[in-house]
């Protein structure tokens, strides 16, 4: 049977590549005609099939709007490879028409539609991300010089955002705090609701990340209330590559975790993923659980953190995201660290971080590299664990993310009171310099953590009082989240200088 099956197929195959040229064009163009005609659900739910025989058939036109059409398709229901061909295929085809005006409004719609896919699957600073969104600015950039306004408002924020988020992805803290002042600049004078609601995130986005807390979170704020002003959220999630609300919520969790309300950081997480999984976009969820993870581990919740994290690859895995899943195994890699599983840290974070870097991505290595020095040093692995730490600080100086400075400083004490030589004279000057540096940023949880160490370390040499003067206060700020890990070791702590 089955040699009869492969006959037929070789006969079929050779009678099909006898025909000439013409005749075979016009075969695929009466196919194309007949589905059309007779299955009109396949052009509107499978448009790809149509777009294969219209390209066979050489009606190119035709053939570029269904690819299109079918890229579009792909990207709501996060199928992130495929729109990303599909898309890519029709600007190819419509690269090969005669220049009309109509023609250049669609190439704009599509190159701007490209960006999105490929954000996703190669990564924001992927190259070729960064080459997809100029060439979408170049693009609109003539289509202006011809007096050509496009037709979508967004058109113009969509490429300033691309722009925006290669540089904060692969982080340089200047320019993504320019960028981001340039984009709310142009929505405050156009009085545009979405761009204005995306601006503040942007902006709140990098003043977080450059350690301007306070700040960060004010922007963030407004973002969240323009969103839940909107009557209707869910387009958002394919305009701006992700969900404004989804995204937005995320970066104020980590505010809000450092300004010292972890109660309200794990509600805003956790109304991100909810978020996340009623819109159905697989992006959004990837970003939501990458986003939650963080706060979990925080404070304290390794179980939650290592679920959500395994979720978020096995999604990242599914859609043949390489970003997404480097992400998540840099989240499983720190709860590995965090649990004691020294060895599986160190794996995990080295092989995540170097596949998060071949996406051109350096965001968040400086809050990851002190869990894996601290894997080093667990395991005697003191070279190691230094060289991690002079990374980190390596990459708050040159890039200013800042976000998660405080944590580096204060690893580094507890890793000098783990060495042999044990200095504690260094390892105080660490913690005072996360006090100082956390402090400066109004971060009260990363000065709790640092003070927490510090006052530990007095309380060892026989400095009571002045361990009790130094974390009593910083402790009794706090109003909330006296379940998570950092409050109930302070308290602990204090206890017993007490006594």
């Known amino acids: 049977m089955r040699a009869t099956l492969l006959k037929h197929s070789l006969v079929r195959d050779a009678a099909y590549g006898t025909l000439l040229r013409e005749p075979r064009r016009a075969l695929h163009a009466r196919i194309a005609e007949s589905l059309e005609r007779q299955f009109g659900q396949i052009a509107e739910s ?49 690269a090969t028409l005669p220049d009309t005006p109509a023609l250049r409004r669609e190439r704009i719609g599509l190159q701007v539609a490209l960006i999105t896919p490929l954000i996703h699957v190669n990564g924001y600073a992927a190259p070729e991300t960064k080459a997809a969104v100029e060439q979408a600015r170049l693009l609109i950039e003539r289509a202006e010089d011809l007096g050509e306004a496009p037709e979508d408002p967004l058109l113009l924020f969509l490429v300033l955002y691309g722009g925006w988020v290669g540089n904060f992805v692969a982080f340089n803290g200047d320019a993504a705090r320019e960028l981001a002042a340039q984009f709310l600049a142009l929505a405050e004078k156009q009085r545009a609701t979405v761009p204005l609601m995306v601006g503040h995130r942007l902006m709140g986005s990098s003043l977080l990340m450059t350690g301007d807390v306070p700040e960060g979170r004010a922007h963030l704020d407004q973002a969240v209330a323009l969103y839940d002003s909107l009557p209707s959220n869910r387009p958002l999630a394919t305009r701006f590559g992700l969900d404004a609300g989804v995204i937005t919520l995320g970066y104020r969790s980590h505010a809000l975790w450092s300004l010292g309300f972890p109660e309200a950081a794990r509600a805003d997480a956790e109304r991100a993923v909810a978020l996340a999984r009623e819109i159905g976009h697989a992006a959004a969820l990837m970003h939501a659980l990458s986003h939650m993870v963080i706060p979990h581990t925080l404070c304290g919740n390794q179980v939650a953190a ?130 100082a540096t956390a402090r400066a940023q109004r971060a009260r949880s990363w000065e709790l953590r640092a003070a927490t160490n510090l006052a530990r370390l007095w309380q060892g040499q026989g400095k009571r009082q002045q361990a009790r003067d130094l974390l009593a206060p910083i402790y009794g700020w706090f109003t909330e989240g006296f379940d998570t890990l950092d409050l109930k070791e302070a308290k602990v702590l204090l206890d017993a200088l007490a006594s």
Request: zero cysteines.
């Open 306 to 435: 290592g679920a959500q994290a395994q979720e978020q690859v096995t999604l990242a895995e599914e859609k043949g995201s390489q970003f997404w899943k480097a992400f998540g195994m840099m989240n499983q890699g720190s709860v590995f660290a965090l649990i004691g599983r020294a060895s599986d840290a160190i794996k995990t974070l080295t092989a995540s971080s170097d596949a998060w870097r071949a996406t051109r991505s350096t965001l968040w290595l400086p809050f990851f590299l002190p869990r894996l020095a601290r894997a080093h040093a667990e395991l005697g692995q003191f070279e190691q664990a230094w060289r991690s730490i002079g990374e980190a600080m390596n990459l708050v100086e040159t890039t200013k993310e800042k976000w998660g400075e405080a944590e580096i400083h204060r690893t580094a004490g507890e890793i000098e009171l783990m060495s042999p030589q044990q200095d504690a004279a260094k390892a105080q000057t660490h913690f005072e310099r996360a006090l």
């Open 46 to 94: 499978q448009p790809e099939i149509l777009a294969r025989h219209y390209t066979e058939a050489g009606l190119i036109e035709k053939a570029a709007a269904l690819w299109g059409k079918a890229g579009r398709l792909s990207l709501d229901r996060s199928a992130l490879t495929e729109a990303a061909a599909q898309l890519a295929r029709a600007l190819e085809q419509i």
